[in-house]
């Protein structure tokens, strides 16, 4: 072949492929000569070694999304290959070189051990390798479609927070939904390689003895020899398909059990994880050096290894200790700031009462993050926290308190801690003189990349802390790269957003009610409030935040409240008539990247059950044990389709009169998920479902 027909078939390899699938099949029903066989065998065994090495480089499984499709392509080859090696050796006795060697040096002339270590082979590679890797896709299809929502949630909070932009947010969905499809894709295709290995073993036998009885009817050979001769074109058959099978194995469990988003290689992380105590590799060490001098035991190896064992630990322990000496003078230098601290005037009752005060957001950070405050020193913290409390008065509604930021000697000096009302409920870690990069492009991990692994603790992505020199280089190669500023702030958001019911204290609420005066007449909202007080309003508002339901419309929320309190006093029904009220800001901030509101709906039998078990102050929701679990699955099964389906997470949308109830049963199971009643879907919105939530109602009740 000239250049220029390769030239050709490089650039159309779409051709390529579908005139190469068209020759597997024909291979099943068409006679090859041996020679072509032997040269399509050797083609499977390359081919079998080049997934292999590809999935050990692979740092990310989404780096080869290809690899359900080359597994369905190689298994179909590889049958192919078998029933035309089946063909040759039942007619001709006769099945090419590469299988006649390959029987020969492995028999070699004994064909009973020759077969036992062929079944030994496909022993190894049908229930310890297909297995493992089988299960293993299994269960990571099934954690990914669970964690979907998070990610997807954790993806809307970034954007929201400012992290990062329109584009980012697309592509990280866009890798969501991919990633999604390769797992689910690889659990059904895991089935695949199974299926090939039981094959091999009905070949093999189908090879044998059909094999023997044509060798003596219908080629007049003595048992023997026809033994003898179908056994070794057996074994060789099954060796040369065995043996890619067993790597096309082995690189499906290497690629489905990598994990997704480390930065390092496979080798890298085994290297770290391993060797990297040498209190092991001393032991190591001792014990070969000590078989090496027992009577009787092969003393060169033994010594051999022990010796590079101990070396490796001698270089371990001396890089053990410079970090020890680190970790020294970084303690020292906490004591003198500890002993600085503790020369202070001797309390007063003044100052005692004021340690009885109570924040209710306070951020306390270690000293070396000091720096961040210190506008001096090119700290922004402070600047980013007021912005934070715009942006939660935009976005929520509400005017957050002022957030106190002190030091505290007893965190670790890298470590801050968020306290909600004088108790701690999440901490984090940054490097006040590095930049946290993250992966969120879909770029491949660059092994040259260099810095401290974290987990960002917001979201809980995996990130790398990076010197500003690597910067530039990060971002050119697809990192989203931020301030240790940003990274506390934007944390600080998240917690902020979760706990906003309980921020909302009654003296914001009447500061609230005071700020709206100003804005309309005071003698307005002084009618509105004639049958409220701030208390009512107060819990009405939490229950709206509980939910994410923007309470910035105080106006509509007031109204709604002033006339329904004449019909039912209930926090819970006046809540549900104030969504009403705010449909159209709820419907805008659960529409999908469609401009659409997908929703999970619920199937009408099922709403009647539902509703027949509310309490008729609608408080308590009383199910049918085995009903409520039946629903749950449902219901999960449901969410997995849409969000596999449509890349977006959906509503879920029921009656009115069961919306609440139905909320508060699946609020600790599904937190994240919105739960809509049709009244609450404006005229303008563009609703689409994405599922409906069956369950079977035989002997439910």
Same mark, same amino acid.
């Given at each position: 072949?000239?250049?220029?027909?390769?030239?050709?078939?490089?650039?159309?390899?779409?051709?390529?492929?579908?005139?190469?699938?068209?020759?597997?099949?024909?291979?099943?029903?068409?006679?090859?000569?041996?020679?072509?066989?032997?040269?399509?065998?050797?083609?499977?065994?390359?081919?079998?070694?080049?997934?292999?090495?590809?999935?050990?480089?692979?740092?990310?499984?989404?780096?080869?999304?290809?690899?359900?499709?080359?597994?369905?392509?190689?298994?179909?080859?590889?049958?192919?290959?078998?029933?035309?090696?089946?063909?040759?050796?039942?007619?001709?006795?006769?099945?090419?070189?590469?299988?006649?060697?390959?029987?020969?040096?492995? @028999?070699? $002339?004994?064909?009973?051990? %020759?077969? /036992? *270590?062929? !079944? #030994?082979?496909?022993?190894?590679? &049908?229930?310890?390798?297909?297995?493992?890797?089988?299960?293993?896709?299994?269960?990571?299809?099934?954690?990914?479609?669970?964690?979907?929502?998070?990610?997807?949630?954790?993806?809307?909070?970034?954007?929201?927070?400012?992290?990062?932009?329109?584009?980012?947010?697309?592509?990280?969905?866009?890798?969501?939904?991919?990633?999604?499809?390769?797992?689910?894709?690889?659990?059904?295709?895991?089935?695949? @390689?199974? $299926?090939?290995?039981?094959? %091999?073993? /009905? *070949?093999? !036998? #189908?090879?044998?003895?059909?094999? &023997?009885?044509?060798?003596?009817?219908?080629?007049?050979?003595?048992?023997?020899?026809?033994?003898?001769?179908?056994?070794?074109?057996?074994?060789?058959?099954?060796?040369?398909?065995?043996?890619?099978?067993?790597?096309?194995?082995?690189?499906?469990?290497?690629?489905?059990?990598?994990?997704?988003?480390?930065?390092?290689?496979?080798?890298?992380?085994?290297?770290?994880?391993?060797?990297?105590?040498?209190?092991?590799?001393?032991?190591?060490? %001792?014990?070969?050096?000590?078989?090496?001098?027992?009577?009787?035991?092969?003393?060169?190896?033994?010594?051999?290894?022990?010796?590079?064992?101990?070396?490796?630990?001698?270089?371990?322990?001396?890089a053990n200790k410079k970090k020890v000496d680190d970790e020294t003078r970084q303690k020292e230098d906490t004591a003198k700031l500890e002993k600085v601290g503790?020369?202070?005037?001797?309390?007063?009752?003044?100052?005692?009462?004021?340690?009885?005060?109570?924040?209710?957001?306070?951020?306390?950070?270690?000293?070396?993050?000091?720096?961040?405050?210190?506008?001096?020193?090119?700290?922004?913290?402070?600047?980013?926290?007021?912005?934070?409390?715009?942006?939660?008065?935009?976005?929520?509604?509400?005017?957050?308190?002022?957030?106190?930021?002190?030091?505290?000697?007893?965190?670790?000096?890298?470590?801050?801690?968020?306290?909600?009302?004088?108790?701690?409920?999440?901490?984090?870690?940054?490097?006040?003189?590095?930049?946290?990069?993250?992966?969120?492009?879909?770029?491949?991990?660059?092994?040259?990349?260099?810095?401290?692994?974290?987990?960002?603790?917001?979201?809980?992505?995996?990130?790398?802390?990076?010197?500003?020199?690597?910067?530039?280089?990060?971002?050119?190669?697809?990192?989203?790269?931020?301030?240790?500023?940003?990274?506390?702030?934007?944390?600080?958001?998240?917690?902020?957003k979760k706990n906003a019911s309980e921020i909302l204290s009654r003296s914001d609420v009447q500061q609230l009610i005071d700020n709206l005066k100003k804005e309309?007449?005071?003698?307005?909202?002084?009618?509105?409030?004639?049958?409220?007080?701030?208390?009512?309003?107060?819990?009405?508002?939490?229950?709206?935040?509980?939910?994410?339901?923007?309470?910035?419309?105080?106006?509509?929320?007031?109204?709604?409240?002033?006339?329904?309190?004449?019909?039912?006093?209930?926090?819970?029904?006046?809540?549900?008539?104030?969504?009403?009220?705010?449909?159209?800001?709820?419907?805008?901030?659960?529409?999908?990247?469609?401009?659409?509101?997908?929703?999970?709906?619920?199937?009408?039998?099922?709403?009647?059950?539902?509703?027949?078990?509310?309490?008729?102050?609608?408080?308590?929701?009383?199910?049918?044990?085995?009903?409520?679990?039946?629903?749950?699955?449902?219901?999960?099964?449901?969410?997995?389709?849409?969000?596999?389906?449509?890349?977006?997470?959906?509503?879920?949308?029921?009656?009115?009169?069961?919306?609440?109830?139905?909320?508060?049963?699946?609020?600790?199971?599904?937190?994240?998920?919105?739960?809509?009643?049709?009244?609450?879907?404006?005229?303008?919105?563009k609703a689409r479902s994405v599922g409906v939530v069956k369950v079977a109602m035989a002997n439910v009740g």
């Amino acid at each position: 072949m000239d250049l220029s027909k390769l030239a050709f078939l490089l650039k159309n390899n779409d051709i390529v492929l579908a005139v190469g699938l068209v020759t597997i099949i024909a291979m099943m029903v068409l006679p090859i000569p041996p020679g072509i066989l032997d040269f399509l065998l050797t083609l499977n065994i390359s081919f079998g070694v080049i997934i292999l090495l590809v999935c050990l480089y692979t740092k990310e499984p989404l780096d080869y999304s290809t690899f359900p499709t080359i597994l369905l392509i190689s298994t179909l080859f590889r049958l192919g290959l078998n029933v035309s090696s089946t063909r040759l050796i039942l007619l001709y006795a006769d099945a090419g070189n590469v299988i006649n060697s390959f029987g020969e040096f492995v @028999v070699g $002339g004994n064909y009973v051990v %020759g077969f /036992v *270590i062929f !079944i #030994i082979l496909v022993i190894i590679n &049908f229930m310890v390798i297909t297995g493992g890797a089988t299960r293993v896709a299994e269960v990571s299809a099934r954690f990914t479609l669970d964690s979907m929502p998070g990610k997807q949630l954790s993806i809307d909070a970034d954007l929201n927070s400012g992290l990062i932009s329109e584009e980012d947010a697309k592509a990280r969905r866009r890798k969501l939904e991919r990633e999604t499809n390769f797992y689910g894709t690889m659990d059904g295709a895991s089935k695949f @390689v199974k $299926g090939d290995a039981t094959a %091999g073993i /009905v *070949i093999t !036998i #189908i090879n044998i003895l059909g094999g &023997f009885v044509i060798g003596m009817v219908q080629l007049k050979m003595s048992a023997m020899t026809s033994l003898s001769t179908y056994t070794i074109l057996t074994v060789g058959d099954g060796l040369v398909s065995q043996i890619p099978a067993l790597l096309i194995s082995t690189a499906t469990g290497l690629i489905i059990s990598r994990a997704s988003g480390q930065e390092n290689s496979l080798s890298e992380d085994i290297r770290k994880e391993m060797f990297s105590d040498p209190r092991v590799l001393g032991v190591v060490a %001792g014990l070969l050096s000590f078989l090496g001098i027992v009577p009787g035991m092969p003393t060169v190896p033994f010594l051999t290894i022990g010796m590079l064992t101990g070396v490796a630990a001698y270089y371990r322990q001396k890089a053990n200790k410079k970090k020890v000496d680190d970790e020294t003078r970084q303690k020292e230098d906490t004591a003198k700031l500890e002993k600085v601290g503790k020369r202070k005037k001797k309390a007063t009752r003044e100052s005692v009462l004021e340690l009885l005060s109570v924040e209710t957001i306070e951020i306390e950070v270690g000293y070396r993050l000091v720096p961040l405050l210190n506008i001096e020193q090119g700290g922004d913290l402070l600047e980013r926290i007021a912005q934070i409390r715009r942006q939660t008065a935009l976005d929520l509604g509400i005017v957050l308190p002022s957030i106190r930021v002190r030091d505290n000697l007893q965190l670790s000096p890298n470590t801050y801690q968020i306290k909600l009302k004088g108790v701690a409920i999440e901490t984090g870690e940054v490097y006040p003189e590095r930049s946290l990069a993250m992966n969120s492009s879909g770029n491949v991990e660059n092994s040259k990349m260099v810095g401290i692994s974290a987990i960002e603790p917001a979201f809980g992505l995996p990130a790398l802390w990076i010197e500003e020199k690597d910067k530039d280089y990060a971002e050119a190669n697809g990192y989203t790269v931020v301030s240790p500023s940003a990274v506390v702030s934007t944390h600080l958001t998240e917690i902020i957003k979760k706990n906003a019911s309980e921020i909302l204290s009654r003296s914001d609420v009447q500061q609230l009610i005071d700020n709206l005066k100003k804005e309309v007449t005071e003698d307005y909202v002084t009618d509105l409030m004639k049958d409220l007080n701030a208390s009512d309003v107060q819990q009405v508002m939490q229950n709206l935040l509980r939910e994410r339901v923007p309470v910035r419309d105080l106006k509509t929320i007031l109204e709604t409240l002033s006339l329904q309190i004449k019909v039912n006093k209930n926090n819970d029904y006046l809540t549900e008539q104030t969504r009403r009220a705010l449909a159209r800001s709820i419907c805008k901030q659960n529409l999908a990247d469609t401009g659409e509101l997908l929703a999970v709906t619920l199937a009408p039998d099922v709403e009647n059950l539902i509703a027949q078990g509310v309490s008729p102050d609608g408080q308590n929701l009383t199910l049918d044990p085995d009903f409520t679990r039946r629903l749950l699955d449902n219901l999960n099964m449901e969410l997995e389709k849409a969000i596999s389906s449509t890349g977006n997470q959906p509503v879920i949308l029921c009656s009115s009169p069961i919306r609440l109830a139905f909320r508060r049963l699946i609020e600790r199971t599904y937190p994240q998920i919105t739960v809509m009643s049709y009244n609450e879907i404006t005229s303008n919105t563009k609703a689409r479902s994405v599922g409906v939530v069956k369950v079977a109602m035989a002997n439910v009740g």
